[in-house]
Nanobody, 121 residues
Framework: QVRLVESGGALVQPGGSLRLACTAY????????MVWRRQSPGKQHEVVAIMTRDGDTTYTDPAKGRFTISRTDANNTAHLQMNSLKPEDTAVYSCLFFVADYNGGRQTPYWGQGTQVTVSS
């Protein structure tokens, strides 16, 4: 079994920055796509950024130019650097990893519980 744990959420003023982390614990052989997503009150989950195992990145419009996703496979960790934060970025941010628990194993999706980011003055 695999467990994802996010950290780094906080209350920050508009224009500020935060760096979120998500680490996978448990039976991890390899992590393929790492995904950051968020959910604001009353809204559905929204993908923010994706990073493949090869390092290719995809950002959705809210994140372009302000957020940067990165990964450290040695630590089974993904980061999301968020700059120029706006009140509309307020949400619970969570990660989604596609994990193989052995060589040649199928990719299984795992979700974290999320970390709260609040942007307010």
């Amino acid at each position: 079994q695999v467990r994802l744990v996010e950290s780094g959420g906080a209350l920050v003023q508009p224009g500020g920055s935060l760096r979120l982390a998500c680490t996978a614990y448990g039976s991890v052989f390899a992590i393929y796509n790492m995904v950051w997503r968020r959910q604001s009150p009353g809204k559905q989950h929204e993908v923010v950024a994706i990073m493949t195992r090869d390092g290719d990145t995809t950002y959705t419009d809210p994140a372009k130019g302000r957020f940067t996703i990165s990964r450290t496979d040695a630590n089974n960790t993904a980061h999301l650097q968020m700059n120029s934060l706006k009140p509309e970025d307020t949400a619970v941010y969570s990660c989604l990893f596609f994990v193989a628990d052995y060589n040649g194993g199928r990719q299984t999706p795992y979700w974290g519980q999320g970390t709260q980011v609040t942007v307010s003055s």
